[in-house]
């Protein structure tokens, strides 16, 4: 059972214009979520995150949204850039529980054109 | 020097071989995580420890064995490697107050054949 699901594989936009990541859950008990970027050949490096207390997180070109009763939050990278070209994931986690570790979503591939 | 350190970064090695993933971290982080990554599959969670007398295991322990020696090294172990072991190979660290977030080392690429 796949309790964070990124349902878009791929996605490409164009240099200057905005992408929107898509990540829905499922477990209720989840109240933490993250996003990570992966270039190939290095790890994963944390991005955003936001509580669900707030329902949207800003830093620099990225800001998340967390609309709980859908479940389902969305990262927004305006204006987009070449380099933001990679993978992301999203995380989630119930922050309260003793045994935390993050369940990860399985990434989808941004690629911005010139 | 890189917080985490994951030796080697890419191995090729023959099924039935015994093979061993290393992971050192300079966080001073008392979590430790190990994760494949497979394409379509995003990142699993193998075995994890909270601390050096805690194991755990994740989603897709099977196949696979852990070593925390001390409280910044943790191994991951293919007793007997099999073709569908070939992956991206992840270790993670975090700690236990309040920052949610991993430190994710640079990967072993494993090839088994």
């Known amino acids: 059972d796949q309790q964070v699901k990124q349902n878009s594989p791929s996605l490409s936009v164009q240099e200057g214009r905005i992408s929107i990541l898509n990540c829905d859950y499922t477990?209720?008990?989840?109240?933490?979520f993250l996003w990570y970027k992966k270039y190939p050949a290095e790890g994963p490096t944390f991005l955003i995150s936001i509580s669900s207390i707030k329902d949207k997180n800003e830093d620099g070109r990225f800001t998340v949204f967390l609309n709980k009763s859908a479940k389902h939050l969305s990262l927004h990278i305006v204006p987009s850039q070449p380099g933001d070209s990679a993978v992301y994931f999203c995380?989630?986690?119930?922050?309260?529980?003793?045994?935390?570790?993050?369940?990860f979503g399985k990434g989808t591939l941004l690629t911005v054109n010139p | 020097d890189a917080d985490v350190t994951q030796t080697p970064r890419n191995r090729i090695t023959k099924t039935g071989k015994r093979i061993m993933l290393e992971c050192s971290q300079t966080k001073g982080h008392d979590r430790m995580y190990w994760y494949r990554q497979d394409p379509g599959l995003g990142l699993r969670l193998i075995y994890y420890?909270?601390?050096?007398?805690?194991?755990n295991k994740g989603e897709i322990s099977d196949g696979y064995s852990v070593s925390r020696q001390a409280q910044a090294k943790f191994s991951l172990s293919l007793e007997s490697a099999i073709p569908n072991q070939t992956a991206l190979y992840f270790c993670?660290?975090?700690?236990?107050?309040?920052?949610?977030?991993?430190?994710f080392g640079s990967g072993t690429r494993l090839t088994v054949v």
């Open positions: 420890s909270f601390d050096v007398k805690d194991i």
């Open positions: 995380a989630a986690t119930n922050s309260g529980g003793s045994n935390y570790k993050l369940t």
């Open positions: 993670a660290t975090s700690d236990s107050g309040h920052n949610y977030g991993y430190t």
């Open positions: 477990n209720s008990m989840f109240d933490y």
